[in-house]
């Protein structure tokens, strides 16, 4: 930015426009894989769903391509692949099958 009277190192506030993304979701960069793809869980097997990135922020993304009720992997499995078993946990740890996240 550039203006008289402004100086290296003083804070701006600012308004600024941005575009709404419809059926989007916001998620945690580190679950991309491959640019474009991140883990899903089908039937206790781990698949890969082509997505659209639509934002990145240095943490987090927002995608678009998830079906609803879609269970999406809340985080990164080290060593993960597709077809690998795993089981799906609720918040509380235990072993639901109608979990929306899979560690």
Same mark, same amino acid.
């Given at each position: 930015?550039?203006? @008289? #009277?402004?100086k290296e #190192?003083?804070?701006?506030?600012?308004?600024?426009?941005?575009?709404?993304?419809?059926?989007?979701?916001?998620?945690?960069?580190?679950?991309?894989?491959?640019?474009? @793809? %991140?883990?899903?869980?089908?039937d206790s %097997?781990?698949?890969?769903?082509?997505?659209? !990135?639509?934002?990145?922020?240095?943490?987090?993304?927002?995608?678009?391509?998830? !079906?609803?009720?879609?269970?999406?992997?809340?985080?990164?499995? !080290?060593?993960?692949?597709?077809?690998?078993?795993?089981?799906?946990?609720?918040?509380?740890?235990?072993?639901?099958?109608?979990? @929306?996240?899979? @560690?």
């Amino acid at each position: 930015m550039k203006g @008289e #009277g402004l100086k290296e #190192g003083m804070y701006v506030e600012a308004q600024l426009e941005a575009k709404e993304a419809p059926n989007a979701m916001k998620l945690s960069r580190k679950l991309l894989v491959d640019e474009s @793809e %991140i883990f899903i869980v089908k039937d206790s %097997i781990l698949d890969v769903l082509q997505i659209e !990135p639509v934002y990145f922020s240095d943490k987090d993304m927002i995608v678009k391509g998830i !079906p609803d009720g879609t269970q999406v992997v809340s985080r990164p499995i !080290p060593g993960a692949y597709a077809g690998m078993l795993v089981k799906v946990y609720d918040e509380k740890g235990t072993n639901e099958n109608t979990s @929306e996240t899979a @560690e």
